[in-house]
């Protein structure tokens, strides 16, 4: 199993202006890829802007985890890349709540179309928008998955990711979360969790108020790791990176990985 975290910045800027080694990431998408299964796109932050439609169309399948904008702003752009390739429907899978929120406010029109109204010459729809069971296992691009609601201020998700030989947790955006130690204790093939560190300790109350972690709040939840787990980090707030990376650097050293993004992080066979 492998999984990367699709690149959200533009190369160019000074690196002397950069707070830290580790490239922004203002976008959130990861790809994962398994034993006879995926590309399976989680989040579409950037995965419309990756590529020609012909490496997008790659993608066997996308699910949501919210409908926060960091996490769908390039969905439009996808969505169109695998139109270009004739694959009406194109299947976006996320919660009720989430396609409620996709309905209301971006495929409503005044932001962009309702592809779910518009049809193809032959009736085909442009786009179905697929609730997934909450708690049960679903299918989709050849991976098990489990949703299941973590600590965000909308419907948020948080997914176990299974190919059968291995697992993949990702915890979305989330403040401290028990929900999300659970799916872990329940899942024996589980290789790594992927989780969140957004502010840094002085913004804690903002940290708080909207469903984030940072290093203070992270550390405590990583008493919680089974052991031989690894932990990978992203969705670090571009202007704090340097500042979150430093508080883990001095709170829990190594024990987390921070994904560098582009880059493929090998799980195993
Ligand atoms: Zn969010
Ligand atoms: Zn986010």
């Known amino acids: 199993m ?6 959200s910045s533009f190369p160019g800027s000074s690196s002397e202006a950069s707070p830290s080694s580790l490239p922004a990431q203002p976008l959130t998408s990861f790809v994962v890829e398994g034993r006879g299964a995926g590309p399976l796109a989680i989040d579409a932050g950037s995965v ?7 490496e997008m169309g790659q993608i066997r399948g996308l699910v949501l985890t919210h409908a926060h904008i960091d996490h769908v702003a390039s969905l439009p752009m996808w969505v169109e890349g695998m139109l270009s390739l004739d694959r009406a429907p194109v299947r976006v899978h996320a919660s009720g709540g989430a396609i409620h929120a996709l309905r209301a406010h971006l495929f409503s029109g005044p932001l962009f179309p309702d592809f779910e109204a518009l049809r193809e010459a032959d009736g085909r729809p ?4 697929v609730p997934f069971p909450e708690g049960e296992p679903f299918e989709l691009a050849g991976f098990d998955l489990r949703a299941f609601p973590v600590a965000h201020p909308v419907p948020t998700h948080g997914l176990l990711v299974d190919d059968g030989q291995g697992a993949i947790l990702f915890g979305a955006d989330s403040g401290p979360c028990d929900r999300l130690w659970e799916a872990a204790a329940e899942a024996p093939r589980l290789r790594a969790v992927v989780l969140e560190a957004s502010f840094p300790e ?34 670090l707030k571009p202007a704090y990176r340097g500042e979150i990376i430093a508080e883990l650097s001095r709170r829990v050293g190594d024990a987390v990985e921070f994904l560098e993004p582009g880059a493929w992080v090998d799980l195993g066979q």
Not at 2 to 7: A, Q
Not at 48 to 54: K, N, Q, R, S, T
Request: charged fraction near 20%; proline fraction near 8%; avoid cysteine.
């Open 202 to 235: 002085r913004m804690q109350a903002i940290a708080d108020g909207s469903g984030h972690l940072t290093p203070a709040t992270l550390a405590a939840e990583l008493e919680r790791v089974p052991e031989g787990v690894r932990v990978l980090l992203a969705h």
């Open 126 to 129: 442009l786009m179905e928008l």
């Open 48 to 54: 419309g802007l990756f590529g020609e439609p012909a």
């Open 2 to 7: 492998r999984l990367r975290l699709l690149p």
